[in-house]
């Protein structure tokens, strides 16, 4: 039985509205440990020996479901094979936990509170743990985001139909995978113009800190 397959024959076994469930994967071969660690990085794996043992989240804050078949895909290609168990789950986690809406959720009513006019933002992603950003990069590569200072914060611009940015639509469609990946995290929008026209330049720049934005 494949990775993917085990993972759904637990998550099928699940009482409907679990909330926390923890996962150990044992290693077939130890010499795949190191790279078994850092392909479940995303998902805040924590290795001892041939051993890792991570979580997912039904609702609320974490890695989804489908971050976890994605993170067994991704093993399965490099032929990384292994023993997946439910270790425990705590089907009241997701009640008492806080849950932050999802960053797709957060694009959409941040939209909705521009002025109809608007042409160009200068956007921040502030992240609820350092262990998102590598895998945060990845998903908003699109969008050329880039640290801004220690904290973990990605910044990045969009433009509704020109210039510096990534489209609306792409946007929402960075911060879904991010989603499907368990990031969360707080979208802020720092800058905003309207009716920016261009004249020999491809958008408008901002100088914050002494840099380029």
């Keep these: ?81 292994g023993t997946l168990e439910l ?34 933002l200068h956007l921040e992603l502030e992240l609820d743990s350092s262990d998102y950003v590598a895998r945060a990069s990845l998903d908003l590569t699109p969008l050329n985001a880039r640290r801004e200072g220690p904290r973990p914060t990605l910044g990045f611009r969009a433009a509704r139909r020109r210039g510096y940015g990534g489209a609306p639509e792409m946007v929402r469609r960075c911060l879904e995978r991010c989603d499907a990946d368990g990031i969360t995290g707080e979208l802020r929008l720092l800058r905003v113009l309207s009716e920016a026209r261009n004249v020999y330049t491809q958008g408008p720049v901002w100088h914050v800190g002494g840099r380029t934005t």
């Design 1 to 81: 039985m494949t990775l993917v397959e085990q993972w759904q024959e637990i998550e099928s076994g699940l009482e409907p509205g679990w909330g926390d469930a923890r996962l150990r994967l044992t290693l077939a071969e130890p010499v795949h440990a190191s790279r078994a660690a850092a392909l479940l990085g995303p998902l805040n794996a924590h290795r001892s020996g041939t051993e890792l043992r991570f979580h997912t989240v039904g609702r609320g804050s974490g890695p989804r479901p489908d971050a976890i078949r994605r993170a067994l895909e991704r093993l399965e290609r490099e032929r990384i094979d």
């Design 87 to 120: 270790v425990a789950v705590d089907a009241g986690a997701a009640v008492v936990r806080a849950a932050r809406p999802l960053l797709s959720e957060e694009w959409d009513a941040l939209q909705a509170a521009l002025p109809t006019d608007w042409s160009d």
